[in-house]
């Protein structure tokens, strides 16, 4: 079992590589790479494991040495860097949403749009000309 102060330095580590890597997404909603957020977002819930499997095992100290762990400056570091996290979140899910709403409502129309042209057959012109978009009937 790893000491309270061993802990608490995993955990703000863990948490300002999470804070750094959440900052990541902004830049990447203005030109939306559907595979860059991906990754992006796969790297985020590995770190999430991480910081949870560590908080986990700190929880356990917590409720044995409440007092000492809480006047630790780590602990208030780790505070700190988790509401900046929660602030940070607070402000990107929005625009996330957003985000995911415009695609959504653009998938929609070209699955309509590939709908109705479905009902059509083009056929070939003569000689190398133009060809004719018919209905089906």
């Known amino acids: 079992m790893e000491?309270?102060?061993?802990?608490?330095?995993?955990s703000v580590s863990y948490y300002r590589n999470l804070l750094d890597k959440t900052k990541e997404i902004g830049p990447l909603l203005d030109e939306v790479d559907p595979e860059e957020l991906t990754r992006l977002a796969e790297s985020i819930q590995a770190m999430q494991q991480d910081v949870r499997r560590v908080d986990q095992e700190l929880m356990g100290h917590l409720q044995k040495e409440k007092d000492d762990i809480r006047n630790n400056p780590l602990f208030h570091e780790r505070i700190r860097l988790m509401e900046e996290i929660v602030q940070h979140n607070n402000f990107i899910s929005p625009i996330i949403y957003d985000k995911m709403s415009v695609s959504q409502a653009e998938l929609k129309a070209i699955r309509h749009g590939r709908r109705s042209l479905s009902g059509y057959q083009l056929h070939n012109g003569k000689n190398g000309g133009t060809g004719t978009l018919n209905r089906i009937q």
């Open 3 to 10: 000491t309270v102060d061993r802990l608490l330095e995993k």
